[in-house]
């Protein structure tokens, strides 16, 4: 037994008419809402590259405060720091003879964390030591940077602005938003690689 339009509906084609006007209406709108969409992705984007300027200031603004404030702890505490590209500062002040450093190998740290302002937030003696695998984004930047120009054995000071630490929002526990971090950090082992 076979099936037709014709047997269904009584009369040849009518479904068939009415989907075929039905697709065609669609595509026209579906033509004309897609014209009509792309004044209004313009305005966007011309709205955000407005704002893009004047939050490109008030952001390089706070890096150079932030930085002047690094700048007046060094001086205060008289330590002997290297800048690197970033901004982050450090100094090795006890070598190891161990092996370096190497992206894809994991890094065991012992570390004391403190604000600029002193207070201590994460310490391994009490938090236990910090294990992670370079080169994974597993700990902040600042931190990662300044382990890469460590040797097993050396012990570094490291002075981490908000923008390589936890940058706008903090870690949400300890460490406030746009908090720069004073580490204290010993290299105790490289695994791997």
């Not at 339009?5 to 009369?11: D, L, M, P, V, W």
């Not at 405060?65 to 001086?75: G, L, N, R, V």
């Not at 065991?108 to 201590?120: A, E, H, K, P």
Request: a positive charge; glycine letters at 10%.
């Amino acid at each position: 037994m076979k099936f037709s339009f014709q047997q269904y509906t009584g009369r040849s084609g009518g479904v068939l008419c009415i989907l075929k006007k039905a697709v065609v209406l669609s595509f026209v709108l579906l033509l004309f809402s897609c014209g009509q969409g792309n004044n209004k992705n313009e305005n966007i984007v011309q709205d955000t590259l407005a704002y893009k300027d004047p939050l490109m200031n008030v952001n390089q603004d706070l890096v150079k405060k932030e930085s002047a404030q690094i700048d007046d702890y060094i001086a205060r505490y008289q330590w002997d720091m290297q800048k690197s590209g970033t901004g982050l500062r450090y100094n090795i002040y006890k070598k190891g003879s161990g092996a370096a450093a190497v992206k894809e190998a994991r890094a065991t740290i012992r570390f004391t964390v403190n604000l600029i302002n002193g207070t201590v937030v994460y310490d391994s003696k009490k938090d236990g030591l910090k294990s992670f695998e370079l080169g994974k984004a597993e700990v902040e930047s600042g931190l990662e940077e300044g382990i890469m120009m460590m040797h097993v054995g050396d012990r570094a000071k490291l002075i981490i602005p908000s923008h390589l630490a936890f940058g706008l929002l903090g870690d949400e526990d300890k460490i406030p938003k746009r908090a720069t971090l004073i580490y204290d950090v010993e290299l105790i082992s490289i695994d791997g690689k």
